[in-house]
């Protein structure tokens, strides 16, 4: 209801008005594609790795092994410095992730994407022409410490500039660029597998085009509000507020609560790590950390990585790994798409419990078949059919964690922390993420040579961790304005009891809505 303030939205929430406006759809696009520089080298890395003109060169003990009968089907690229060559991306964007947290509050989100997006850069350029092994990692680790900031930024500046009613939709256009950026990088790497002693080169320096476009593209877009009022520029914060709710929109009512909040945020500016410790804060933090950590355990990301390796394990020649990995993606993206539509309307919980539940089934039967038909001598094959289903099995599985999972952990993680915590908090999400992909890429390759099809297991036994957890312990965030948050879980069966009852209080007191009609007050209970 443009012009009028903010009502209660159905569900009872507060509604600020406004539309969905060009200026908006630009700005969140811009911060989305983010997503392309880290799904652009986290496609690219999977298919180098088993290309054999970039091992000839970098790992030839590993082409050698690939050859020797005997050793097993399961352990062929069984081999520490090839995986650090994958995993050192992440250990750096960890690092970079922490103090880009303390930056951030200082010098704004859109400066962090500009350093960020150099940084990636640099390290396509050095991988590129990299002729020893040092020079791979160390441009590797440039790739991660430009990720790791645009990490810090991208989600968060998503969710605070998207409008309340589409936030889900705005922020999991994260996770569709990091999509489309993988599957860009898969097809790449099926032509380049056929150009001889050079191809791996042009898979890693055409990563400098999606950190170029991001450079280009952060110089045209302003700042968030949120960080705009956090570093005391109230008159750029209600111009940015207007062009992205539109000419039309009354903006003042969800500027006082921005202004509100960050005030909030400022009378407690130090310390903003330790208060995301303690007992108040504990809510967010458990969720905000146990959401990246169960999606990392159940193995999507590094299945996703080495998914030419697996298909290779079962049979597929290189060509056929690399397109298999592109069917995968399209995949993907199509979920990621029917995502973006679906998860405004069915709720964040909806979606986690059932995509859970379908991923853990296909992981599943993906360890009986290989059980079954694949034997672990080094010549083995696995019978076509079998190999086949296999592949349809993990094209289901990625539909399925495509439209819940996958894009979910960036949404709910970028909404749920208040504004005085929210980089910490953030920062806090990723690096516990980062660190332990890190940690699973650099034991796949082991884990899939000592237990085998039991890998599978393994990660589908964490599925169902996670959508145990999900479906008990994580509110329902949809369609909740950022500043009343708090009021989600001071509701929750289990996490209310965090909030102490002055909290509580005011919390239910901001949702009083005076209007031009009678006033409106949201029955939200009141711990004693």
Partial sequence: MAGEGFVVAEGGVRDYGGRVTFSVVVTCLMAASCGLIYGYDNGISGGVTQMESFLSDFFPQVLTGMKNTN??????????????????????????????????????????????????????????????LAMIIIGRMLLGFGIG????????????????????????????????????????NYFTDTIPGWGW??????????????ALGAFFVSDTPSSLVLRGRHEQARAALQRIRGADANVESELKDIVRAVEEANRNDDGAFRRLFSRRYRPYLVVGVALPMLYELTGVSVIGVFLPVVFRTVGFSSRKA???????????????????????????????????LCVTLCQVTISWIMAAHLSPEAAATMPRNYAVAVLVLILVSTFFVGVSWAPLRWVVQSEIYPVEVRSAGQAMSVTVWLCLTFTELQVFIRMLCAMR????????GWFLVATVCAAAFLPETKGVPLELMQSVWARHWYWGRFADKDEQVKVAEAAVCDQTGPVYRLNWPVNQ
């Fill in 322 to 356: 690399i397109l298999g990995s592109v069917f995968n993606f399209s995949v993907n993206l199509v979920a990621t798409l029917v995502s973006t539509f679906v998860m405004d309307r069915t709720g964040r919980r909806f979606l986690l419990i059932v995509g859970g």
């Fill in 71 to 132: 050793r097993g089907v399961y352990c062929k690229y069984d081999n520490l410095w090839l995986t650090a060559f994958t995993s050192s991306l992440f250990i750096a964007s960890a690092m970079s992730s922490i103090v880009a947290s303390h930056v951030t509050r200082r010098v704004g989100r859109q400066a962090i994407m500009l350093f960020g997006s150099a940084l990636f850069l640099a390290g396509a350029v050095i991988n590129a022409g990299a002729v020893n």
């Fill in 201 to 214: 080169r042009l898979s890693l320096g055409l990563g400098a085009v999606p950190g170029a476009l991001l």
């Fill in 453 to 460: 099809y039991g890998v599978f297991l393994f990660h589908a």
């Fill in 149 to 188: 900031f645009t990490f810090q930024s991208a989600p968060v500046y998503l969710s605070e500039t998207a409008p309340a009613k589409w936030r889900g939709a705005f922020a999991s256009a994260y996770n569709a660029f990091s999509v489309t950026g993988t599957l860009s990088a898969t097809i790449t």
